[in-house]
């Protein structure tokens, strides 16, 4: 009997945290789900503690990889997936006890892809009511894109979490649709493959289930975070940004927000790299400031709702405003005094 559920974890060197994120799952007691581990090439012991697991647990497939980042484990572990559904679990997280159950409920209906709430460090919810929603991938893909102006068809206790659509995790996936239309995670991508890869499934739905039940825990994993600003970091945004270039074929709406994502990405950059002392990389900005589809996009009459914060929102729409009258080199002065005025620098 082929499983229903097909959860693949992804590892790299966290042994601290890999036995953690595989009990919640085993520990929950639902017959028809898979577990699929994938090592990234670990140099810590989390192999070992996989191994001595997936011995005494034949729920648990251990495959190990040569170690060439996440979005390729992630590929990897699809691949192998059995499940008529997949789902992802980062190994420094964890599934909410008893939650199982309730994912298994929601796969009855007719829905493509099924999006769950989250918390944050095992913070309780107060919320008693669970409320359920479903809308067209359309709205999905602009809620995406551009959450801070769409949050508002989200459940209310969703309505702040920016990772509850561009996640992968907390998420359940067809994984017929993941086959047929040959969806993958983007391995030349280092930043917002989760995103990436979502935009890509919806364009291939009908509907989305949304409900406001938090199943997942997001660790916030500080030894994994660097807090530098980097030209890596600034190559992987535009890498983002070239990929969505190549993204056509989206209704008005969704090509304005995405549009709007790619503004609001380009304008982020100047705060961030504030943050370094590196003319080399204030020159490399200023180019891409100067592309001809950046300027296009701020041409375009998008929403100028940037941010939840409305001190924030402030600072970008001022940002913006210098973009569409090529003020380039203001732009990176204004997001260096805003980088110290926020205490980054």
């Known amino acids: 009997m082929e499983p229903w559920l097909s959860i693949v974890i992804p590892v790299y060197n966290a042994g601290k945290y890999i036995k953690r994120a595989i009990d919640s799952i085993i520990n929950q007691n639902i017959n028809g789900v898979e577990i699929i581990v994938v090592d990234d090439g670990s140099t810590d012991n989390s192999y070992t503690i996989c191994e001595q697991i997936a011995g ?119 994984k017929s649709l993941i086959q047929s239309n040959g969806i993958v995670f983007q391995e030349t991508l280092t930043l917002s493959e989760d995103m990436c890869f979502n935009l890509e499934y919806m364009r291939h739905i009908k509907s989305v289930m949304v409900i406001d039940c938090e199943v997942y825990n997001y660790s916030n994993n500080f030894e994994s975070v660097t807090h530098t600003f980097s030209e890596k970091k600034f190559l992987g945004r535009q890498q983002i940004i070239s990929y969505l270039k190549c993204v056509d074929g989206l209704e008005k709406e969704c090509e304005l927000a995405k549009q709007k994502y790619v503004i609001l990405t380009v304008l982020q950059l100047a705060e961030q790299i504030g943050t370094v002392n590196s003319e080399e990389l204030n020159k490399k900005y200023i180019a891409l400031l100067k592309q001809y589809e950046i300027m296009k996009s701020a041409s375009n009459r998008i929403d100028r709702q940037f941010s939840i914060s409305a001190k924030q929102n402030c600072y970008l729409n001022i940002q913006y405003w210098m973009l569409k009258h090529r003020m380039y080199n203001a732009i990176l002065i204004l997001g260096r005094i805003y980088a110290k005025i926020r205490g980054q620098k």
């Open 56 to 174: 005494i647990c034949n729920q648990v497939k251990l495959i190990h990889s040569e170690n060439k980042g996440v979005s390729h484990a992630r590929n990897v572990g699809m691949s192998c997936a059995n499940g008529e559904w997949i789902s992802f679990l980062d190994a420094d997280d964890y599934l909410i006890e008893s939650r199982l159950s309730l994912m298994q409920q929601a796969t009855s209906g007719n829905e493509d892809l099924i999006v769950f709430n989250y918390i944050r460090d095992n913070t309780p919810s107060n919320r008693e009511d669970e409320e359920i929603l479903v809308m067209e991938s359309k709205e999905a893909i602009k809620v995406l894109l551009d959450f801070e102006r769409y949050r508002v068809l989200l459940p209310s206790s969703m309505k702040k979490n920016h990772s509850v659509f561009k996640s992968c995790w907390g998420k359940l996936y067809r």
